[in-house]
């Protein structure tokens, strides 16, 4: 009569659920081939936090995603592939090594949010062309002098 908890079969497995891929605190370098290969079209959300990536190259595969966690990584550029995520909402970068975003950031139109704290940003000058973004959190950057629209946003700013 004891409570036996249900265990994913073949020991861990890469589930979506509820349109959320979590693949947080596993080590990976790279975004795992059969999922890129899959191209999952109920994927909107993935937590790739906590792990070991420098770059993330094919997840421009998963232009469907509207949120999206790098957090925790070791990736020092947000490649032209952050362009193609067009749908993308929500993303958190922070505790990485950016130094700068893509000139193309303009193009993300539906951003509401942005975490890119804990990086080595000098600038955000580009960010300010969001103009759906409410919720910014630029702390612990090297940000030496803010732009003159920042009024735009909601931000969280502070030095190292």
Same mark, same amino acid.
């Given at each position: 009569?004891?409570?036996?908890?249900?265990?994913?079969?073949?020991?861990?497995?890469?589930?979506?659920?509820?349109g959320h891929l979590d693949l947080g605190f596993?080590?990976?370098?790279?975004?795992?081939?059969?999922?890129?290969?899959?191209?999952?079209?109920?994927?909107?959300?993935?937590?790739?936090?906590?792990? @070991?990536? #420098?770059?993330? &190259? %094919?997840?421009?595969? /998963?232009?469907? !995603?509207?949120?999206?966690?790098? =957090? +925790? *990584?070791?990736?020092?550029?947000?490649?032209v592939w952050i362009i193609s995520l067009s749908?993308?909402?929500?993303?958190?970068?922070?505790?990485?090594? @950016?130094? #700068?975003?893509? &000139? %193309?950031?303009?193009? /993300?139109?539906? !951003?509401?949010?942005?975490?890119? =704290? +804990? *990086?080595?940003?000098?600038?955000?000058?580009?960010?300010?062309?969001?103009?759906?973004?409410?919720?910014?959190?630029?702390?612990?950057?090297?940000?030496?002098?803010?732009?003159?629209?920042?009024?735009?946003?909601?931000?969280?700013?502070?030095?190292?």
């Amino acid at each position: 009569m004891g409570n036996n908890p249900a265990k994913p079969e073949g020991g861990e497995t890469v589930n979506i659920i509820a349109g959320h891929l979590d693949l947080g605190f596993r080590k990976l370098q790279e975004l795992p081939p059969t999922l890129l290969a899959a191209r999952p079209s109920d994927l909107t959300s993935i937590d790739l936090s906590h792990n @070991i990536f #420098s770059s993330v &190259s %094919g997840i421009e595969l /998963l232009h469907q !995603l509207e949120k999206i966690d790098l =957090s +925790h *990584n070791e990736i020092s550029s947000i490649e032209v592939w952050i362009i193609s995520l067009s749908n993308l909402e929500c993303m958190n970068i922070s505790h990485n090594a @950016i130094v #700068s975003m893509p &000139s %193309g950031v303009h193009k /993300l139109e539906k !951003l509401k949010e942005l975490r890119i =704290s +804990h *990086n080595l940003l000098t600038g955000i000058a580009e960010l300010t062309s969001l103009e759906n973004l409410t919720t910014i959190d630029v702390s612990f950057n090297a940000i030496e002098r803010l732009p003159k629209d920042i009024d735009k946003l909601v931000c969280s700013i502070g030095r190292k």
